[in-house]
């Protein structure tokens, strides 16, 4: 009996400590999603001080400390959005873990914006607005503040809804709406904005053909081959050397700006001369890795996991020179004006912006980037690494075929547009084997709900996407004017 009030005080702080337990676990977890967004605002504060310490803090240059700001808060959103194009099929396929992809792609955007980035970048988007219509420097400074917010606005947002969407057609929009606002439809340019719309149905088509068009030529001479492994071994080394050759043409077009110019003609005589060069070595790579390999299309996979790999971190270096503009472009034109007060179509990058660009993206990556990779990877349609490598190599072709047509088109548009080509194809794949099965054996047809249930591509997603990508301009472009609106009347 004496221990009895003993025991009753030990209940009693077991149950308090149950609650305190509870309560932490319930801090925890609602304490969780503000890590992310935590870490990125130290990261866009810090960018903004950066900028303080190297311009000093004359009233002028606080506007370029705004602007640092916003540019890193831009990058963030590239880095959440627009990098799960490039890894989001490795990851799916299995070939790379979510980790492993967010390592190599930070590193391979990285090295990409600061070793290839281009040092000279149209700050009006590609001819979009006429510097020439502005009345004066600080209106170009408004409109391109604007621009750079209601970009980075509409990225967010597009993340946050599961979107992938062109970061390039985000900053034209905005670009576009700040230009109307500031000096009237008579300063766009709506011959490039035409070709700008264009490219909304071209990118995506191109890279959907030409994604199952390998998936095809996979099928055919590898896949349904009775003897897996030679076909493997034959073919194999010859998709590596297309790949090779691809992706050197590719950033000698696209990534290479600063080191050396280089016309298209001789970017596509180097990739042949890569490309037969990757051939010749991987050829008895891919003879010593097949040895011992059962003959059957899970073995397959193994061979084509690591040119999967390659050529997502290829990809993503690709993306970094040529995509970290998008978060600065605006940003060195604000610089400019604000140091020689002037504005021109085309300006130098300082090291410090383009430092801010490439560290902004990898830190979006990082702390946003698995949702989107996730989406992109596995929710549209299923890959495995032979697929997955036909989105990859369709990337790096689809854009040397438009730079070869002078057609601007869009990272994003064409890797979401390679992933949904595979996935269609393999829906048409399967209806023609089911027909053909059908009339061997006269089996009764498959009902038509029976046929909804197995599509392959997700419709929810792709419909939301489709819709995201037609109204990012518009959007962008609405958004960016009632910005400068805003900001015009506050300075005003």
């Not at 959440?80 to 190599?104: E, H, K, Q, R, S």
């Not at 970061?167 to 035409?194: L, N, Q």
């Not at 590596?240 to 590719?250: P, S």
């Not at 993306?319 to 060195?332: I, M, R, S």
């Amino acid at each position: 009996m004496a221990d009895e009030p003993q025991r009753r005080q030990w209940k009693t702080l077991d149950r308090d400590l149950n609650r305190i337990a509870i309560l932490e676990n319930a801090t925890g977890y609602v304490s969780r999603p503000m890590v992310g967004p935590g870490i990125a605002l130290v990261f866009i504060v810090l960018a903004g001080l950066a900028a303080a310490i190297l311009l000093g803090t004359t009233p002028i240059n606080f506007v370029v400390v705004a602007a640092a700001a916003f540019g890193a808060y831009m990058a963030v959103n590239i880095g959440a959005n627009d990098v799960a194009n490039n890894m989001g099929p490795a990851v799916g396929a299995n070939a790379l873990t979510m980790g492993g992809a967010i390592l190599i792609a930070a590193l391979a955007e990285s090295a990409g914006a600061l070793l290839a980035g281009g040092d000279v970048v149209s700050t009006i988007s590609k001819g979009i607005i006429d510097p020439a219509t502005m009345a004066t420097t600080d209106v170009f400074i408004w409109a391109m503040m604007a621009a750079l917010i209601s970009s980075a606005l509409w990225v967010n947002l597009a993340t946050w809804v599961g979107a992938p969407v062109s970061t390039t057609h985000s900053v034209v929009g905005g670009v576009m709406g700040a230009g109307i606002a500031a000096a009237g439809m008579a300063a766009v340019s709506w011959p490039t904005m035409g070709k700008i719309a264009a490219s909304w149905v071209i990118s995506p088509v191109l890279g959907g053909v030409i994604a199952a068009a390998f998936l095809a030529l996979i099928k055919a001479q590898i896949i349904y081959k009775e003897d897996k492994i030679a076909a493997a071994r034959r073919w194999v080394p010859i998709l590596v050397g297309i790949m090779a050759g691809a992706f050197a043409a590719y950033l000698a077009v696209k990534g290479l700006k600063r080191i050396v110019k280089i016309d298209l003609q001789t970017a596509l005589l180097i990739g042949v001369i890569l490309g037969t060069v990757c051939w010749a070595i991987t050829k008895p790579l891919i003879r010593r890795q097949s040895i011992g390999l059962e003959n059957r299309k899970k073995s397959l996979k193994i061979l084509f996991r690591i040119p999967l790999v390659i050529s997502a971190g290829l990809l993503s270096f690709a993306h970094g020179a040529n995509d970290v503009a998008n978060a600065v472009g605006p940003l060195a034109a604000i610089v400019h004006a604000s140091e020689f007060g002037d504005f021109a179509a085309k300006v130098e990058i300082p090291t410090w912006v383009m430092v801010i660009g490439a560290f902004g993206i990898s830190f979006g990556l990082f702390l946003f980037g698995p949702k989107l990779i996730r989406m992109v990877g596995s929710q549209i349609t299923k890959l495995n690494p032979m697929r997955a490598f036909c989105v990859s190599l369709s990337a790096a072709i689809t854009v040397i075929v438009a730079s070869w047509l002078g057609l601007p088109v869009s990272s994003t548009h064409i890797a979401v547009g390679a992933v949904f080509g595979v996935g269609f194809f393999r829906e048409w794949h399967m209806e023609r084997r089911l027909r053909t099965s059908s009339a061997i054996s006269k089996k009764k047809t498959v009902a038509p709900e029976e046929r909804a249930r197995r599509k392959l591509v997700r419709r929810s997603h792709f419909l939301t996407i489709i819709a995201a990508w037609v109204i990012t301009v518009p959007a962008a472009a609405v958004m960016s004017a009632a910005i400068y609106m805003l900001l015009s009347t506050m300075v005003g």
